[in-house]
């Protein structure tokens, strides 16, 4: 089955600058990978996902981008706000109709 | 829009005792919902997959007749946690897949089950 790393598992960054984080996957034949943010206490939120035909896709100040050589796609947050702060997971899928494979999440703090 | 709902938020309960948990999509149609448990600080662990109209698919290792699940609406899932007992506490989230849709999961914000 698949298999999804995530890292880092902890990132702490200033208010105002990026944050990045790379999941990696081992299953070719997956071709849809969304990111979540978690807040306490909440379910997942969907930010952002990518289709395995397009290489980056971009809303505002999330960016998220594509390797399907080296199967491997991040996250990018630009001028991080504290409100950035809350735990993402990366996930992997191939095909409709399949489950979900979840990082192992990344908490990220935005230090004011 | 897709707005997925869970209740209740939270449910303390005694040991032996049933708990029901509703995940609803309140804006779309939901042929196929997921029920997950997750431990602090951990990922999410997906329990069962339910097909609207038919027999939820359970994870290896999880007891279907301890955590029963009915997907009895296009819009309505529900998963009670039979006999519960303080192993059981946890945070369970459900998510939802939109019927005609491509791929993407819509979640609720869970719901916390404390069993003393």
């Known amino acids: 089955g698949e298999n999804v790393e995530q890292h880092p598992s902890t990132l702490s960054v200033q208010e105002g600058d990026s944050a990045v984080i790379k999941c990696t996957y081992s299953?070719?034949?997956?071709?849809?990978f969304p990111w979540y943010k978690q807040e306490l206490g909440k379910g997942p939120q969907l930010i952002i996902d990518i289709r395995s035909n397009v290489g980056e896709k971009k809303d505002q100040r999330i960016a998220v981008t594509l390797n399907k050589t080296a199967k491997h796609f991040s996250l990018h947050i630009t001028e991080t706000q504290p409100e950035d702060s809350a735990v993402y997971f990366c996930a992997a899928t191939a095909s409709w109709g399949n489950q979900f494979y979840f990082g192992t999440g990344t908490s990220l703090t935005v230090i004011p | 829009g897709a707005v997925v709902s869970q209740h209740p938020s939270w449910v303390i309960c005694k040991s032996g005792t049933s708990v029901k948990i509703e995940c609803r999509s309140l804006d779309f149609q939901a042929t196929t919902m997921f029920w997950y448990r997750q431990f602090p600080k951990q990922s999410l662990m997906l329990m069962a997959t339910s097909n609207e109209g038919s027999k939820a698919t359970y994870e290896q290792g999880v007891e279907k007749d301890k955590f029963l699940i009915n997907h009895a609406s296009l819009t309505l899932s529900t998963l009670t946690v039979t006999s519960a007992h303080p192993e059981d506490s946890s945070f369970y989230i459900c998510?939802?897949?939109?019927?005609?849709?491509?791929?993407?999961?819509?979640f609720g914000p869970g719901t916390r089950l404390t069993v003393l």
């Open positions: 998510s939802a897949r939109v019927a005609g849709g491509y791929n993407e999961q819509f």
């Open positions: 299953d070719s034949a997956s071709n849809y």
